[in-house]
């Protein structure tokens, strides 16, 4: 098992992409903090975790959590500290996207979009990385590649996840020292609730024809790229934005 005994904590987790790394995450041997921004969903997602892997109710560990309320951030940071000692792996994969272009798109909605993708994860990594200079560890972003690409119509969506990159390079510069490794993923197509929700079935047809793989990912093809970066596999790689786009871009 490749994260026997270490602990994850997962944004994001309830559905997804998430839901998938938290899975592997847990199938490797880690313990997971499922985490989700609404208390039914999270317990949902545990419950089908538990059952799906046969799991004992002490590797999960649910919880809700409001990526923009920075006191609950720290709350919850400490309440995992509280219980399991040690915060091992950090997936910053919550977020939110939009389809809106610059000039309909209003300062609140650039707001929230930043508030969800970027500076809860910052305020989150902050939490966890006081902890996590004592041991060592590896965080792990999730991008998107229209943060390194851009995006038509995706303008809020994409520079944050430009920030995210920034982000990522420049704590992979100052965590280092610690044993800390700071790594991304960039995301094409993934066929996920969130880009049926936000994607038109003729936009997605284009883009599986413009992917020279002819098809869309699924969640599954993700987490083994998270599970790469959260194992001593990848204890010599840090800054790096991992595509994982079906060669969509390059």
């Not at 910053?92 to 996207?97: D, M, P, S």
């Not at 995301?187 to 929700?197: D, I, K, N, R, S």
């Amino acid at each position: 098992m490749k994260l026997k005994d270490k602990i994850a904590f997962v944004t994001g987790s309830t559905r997804g992409i998430g839901y998938q790394i938290a899975r592997l995450f847990l199938q490797e041997g880690a313990k997971v903090v499922v985490c989700g921004s609404r208390e039914e969903t999270v317990q949902q997602a545990a419950r089908q975790l538990e059952e799906e892997l046969s799991l004992p109710e002490d590797k999960i560990y649910p919880i809700a959590l409001n990526m923009k309320n920075k006191e609950e951030i720290r709350s919850r940071v400490k309440e995992v500290i509280a219980k399991w000692g040690r915060i091992d792996i950090l997936v910053n994969n919550a977020g939110i996207t939009s389809q809106k272009n610059l000039v309909d798109s209003t300062d609140e909605e650039f707001q929230e979009m930043f508030d969800v993708n970027f500076f809860g994860p910052v305020c989150l990594t902050r939490e966890v990385v006081s902890y996590m200079k004592q041991y060592g560890g590896s965080i792990i972003n999730t991008s998107s590649m229209v943060g390194v690409n851009g995006g038509r119509g995706q303008a809020a969506y994409a520079t944050s996840k430009a920030a995210i990159n920034g982000l990522t390079k420049s704590l992979a510069k100052e965590l280092g020292e610690y044993k800390i490794r700071v790594n991304a993923v960039a995301p094409g197509v993934v066929g996920t609730e969130m880009v049926e929700e936000h994607v038109t079935a003729e936009m997605k047809q284009i883009l599986i024809g413009m992917t020279p793989l002819k098809r869309m990912a699924t969640p599954n093809d993700l987490a083994p790229i998270y599970l790469y970066l959260a194992s001593d596999d990848s204890s010599f790689t840090t800054g790096t934005i991992i595509q994982v786009d079906g060669g969509l871009i390059m």
